[in-house]
């Protein structure tokens, strides 16, 4: 039996893919700029406690690159059509990197859209005097590199072989990861005057050994979201939900009975 | 045929023992790396040199622009085309400016502004250089390369009605936006100065430049010289599709150009220099030449599976030579090799670029003016009063 369900839809004219898991409360899942490559392990944790939704972002994956996605506004506004669409009450969003700032940029849009938040190392603030890791720059060793802080995960994600299908998919995520956050690298100057905004209940994961969004752009989030609860983890990089995916998938469970009444 | 020298000015007292433990010579490497004592004074050998050009009759002398680089010193190559404008006064020496990168503006409109004073300045001798920057200035400037092209094609747009069209009027584009386009001075040439392509050779730039409306002339930069003879082809082949024959007027070919008494000398004379270009001043990795959007998805494929592209690779005088990247040798052998491109292309456009990486001043003094005095006149009558050879001969 598959580990997932995968299915298109279209919505804005444009052709969505998406993969569904498990049973439960929905928890809707924006990836980041990698994209979804292979169905992680924290997918498959996950999918014991909630109906898992993996959307690929428009421009990613298997998803169509329409028109309408010239900055990170839009995929926000896509996000709330994508939630009205799919008839998700009040769901739990959880983002990471690129996808945790898109799920900050709607919810700035429609507070009451979401039920609740769990952003892991989301892009989409700056911090004055610490600059962020610059993704277009690094070669894709160090891009790889840098995204762990257990360097052995990096090894193996090199040494893997990569199939045509998967080196093309890397290079469109690439094009639309750039139409996003080429320019401010990385942030939305905008956005963290609007924060203050997002009503639902907030939880960010950070990897103490960040090197692309150093840690202190948690303290950031926080500054803004000062009643969000802030989960560190030690020995950690980038990738939180791929490098300690029990710690993570803990986090969201606990986070998510807080709603229970 | 008619001869532009080209000039890129590099910083070419570089230490670069120090600079290639950098990634690129562009925008990572350390700007203390420049010495401005140094740099004040080449910038008076370059321009003293491009003016010993236009004074042996080359008929024209180009300036162009490029950003945090070791690799050319011009990022406002406008400043120099005036210099050069008023060391030229009263002669009909054109001044090519090729070109402005058009994408990295976020005001296109002092483009338009800077080229009509320079045309004004110069009586009318400016040609308008256009292109879309190194792939590295997408990291130089913050433009999102993602929309370069749209960039490219609404600033050029926008420009040319500023030229042409009456002022004011309003422009209303997905880009730019003005209430008021008015350009104070007017441009001396009717309708506007000659407008330059400078490319290396994309499919859709070729299509785009040879249209009817703009027949552009098209100057392939940098490349082999069977991919310039390829594109001057699928030029004349674009043209014949859309119901004219281009002219070798619109053939153009920028290469570096080395000439000294014998091949040998030449050769030795050339060799660290012109490696120091291919392989130092002009190097980027991958993703500094090639950022997301500054070429189609379908070509970024093609490159990356060819692992082509020659800013990314390292090349010896012996590939250089080749690869015909670089033309070189005695004038009778520069000669020979200028009449064989013109004979298989019918390119009338001939940028030769007189000094390149580390060539020191007497060496690019004595080829700018061997080349002026024994190559230009043997060869400058290359197909005058003739019909351009048709690509399917």
């Known amino acids: ?261 | 045929m008619k001869f532009y020298a080209f000039h890129l000015m590099p910083y070419r007292h570089l230490d670069m023992a120090e600079a290639n433990k950098y990634r690129s010579y562009w925008s990572v490497l350390p700007n203390r790396l420049y010495d401005p004592a140094k740099g004040a004074d080449l910038y008076q050998e370059y321009i003293d040199q491009l003016v010993l050009a236009a004074k042996l009759g080359y008929d024209g002398v180009c300036v162009n622009e490029h950003h945090q680089t070791a690799y050319g010193l011009m990022p406002a190559p406008n400043l120099i085309a005036s210099i050069l404008i008023d060391r030229t006064r009263g002669m009909a020496t054109k001044i090519p400016i090729i070109g402005r990168a058009l994408p990295l503006l976020n005001n296109p409109l002092t483009v338009a502004e800077e080229y009509a004073m320079l045309d004004n300045l110069s009586h009318g001798r400016v040609v308008a250089g256009f292109v879309r920057g190194i792939g590295c200035e997408y990291h130089a400037s913050g433009t999102n390369p993602i929309y370069s092209h749209e960039r490219f094609h609404e600033a050029h747009d926008l420009i040319i009605r500023a030229w042409t069209e009456p002022g004011p009027f309003e422009y209303e584009g997905e880009h730019y936006n003005f209430r008021y386009v008015n350009t104070w001075p007017r441009t001396v040439q009717r309708p506007h100065p000659p407008v330059w392509i400078p490319s290396q050779g994309s499919a859709e730039t070729i299509d785009w430049a040879s249209a009817p409306e703009r027949k552009y002339p098209f100057i392939i930069t940098f490349s082999p010289i069977d991919s310039v003879i390829r594109f001057h082809d699928l030029y004349k082949q674009a043209a014949r599709q859309q119901g004219y024959e281009a002219k070798g007027e619109q053939l153009g070919w920028a290469v570096p150009v080395y000439v000294a008494e014998t091949d040998e000398i030449a050769i030795r004379e050339a060799t660290p220099h012109i490696e120091a270009l291919f392989n130092n001043y002009l190097y980027m990795p991958l993703e500094m030449v090639l950022p997301p959007g500054y070429t189609s998805i379908k070509s970024m494929k093609a490159i990356i599976a060819n692992k082509k592209g020659m800013t990314t690779t390292k090349q010896t005088m012996k590939d250089i030579l080749e690869k015909g990247t670089f033309v070189v040798g005695s004038p009778a052998t520069v000669r020979a090799k200028i009449e064989e491109a013109h004979a298989r292309s019918g390119l009338k456009v001939m940028v030769p670029m007189v000094q390149f990486g580390t060539l020191p001043d007497a060496m690019t003094r004595k080829s700018i003016e061997l080349f002026a005095k024994e190559v230009m006149p043997k060869v400058r009558g290359l197909g005058e009063g003739a019909a351009v050879k048709s690509a399917a001969e």
């Open chain 1, 1 to 261: 039996m598959p580990a997932y369900t995968s299915e298109h839809i279209t919505l804005l004219g444009a052709r969505i893919h998406l993969r569904r898991a498990g049973k439960g409360p929905p928890l809707l899942f924006l990836h980041g700029a990698g994209g979804v490559n292979v169905w992680f392990p924290v997918f498959e944790k996950l999918a014991q406690s909630f109906e898992l939704i993996v959307p690929d972002h428009p421009g990613f994956g298997d998803s169509d690159t329409p028109p309408w996605l010239r900055n990170i506004g839009d995929a926000a506004y896509y996000y709330l059509e994508l939630i009205e669409a799919l008839k998700l009450a009040k769901p739990h969003v959880m983002g990471t990197s690129l996808g945790g700032w898109m799920a900050a940029e709607a919810a700035v849009r429609d507070s009451g859209a979401f039920g609740r938040l769990t952003l892991v190392a989301p892009a989409g603030l700056r911090v004055v005097g610490v600059p962020s890791g610059d993704p277009f720059l690094w070669s894709h060793e160090e891009h790889v590199r840098a995204l762990y802080h257990d360097q052995a995960i990096a090894e193996r994600a090199l040494a893997a072989p990569v199939p045509p299908e998967l080196a093309d998919i890397q290079i469109k995520n690439r094009f639309a990861f750039a139409r996003l956050a080429w320019q401010p690298r990385l942030f939305n100057p905008d956005l963290e005057r609007w924060l203050h905004r997002i009503k639902a209940p907030v939880q960010i994961i950070w990897g103490n050994d960040d090197k692309l969004l150093p840690v202190a752009y948690a303290q950031a989030w926080m500054k803004q979201l000062p009643k969000a609860r802030l989960l560190p983890i030690a020995n950690c990089g980038h990738l939180p939900h791929v490098e300690r995916p029990d710690e993570v998938v803990n986090a969201v469970n606990s986070f998510a009975r807080e709603a229970q009444p």
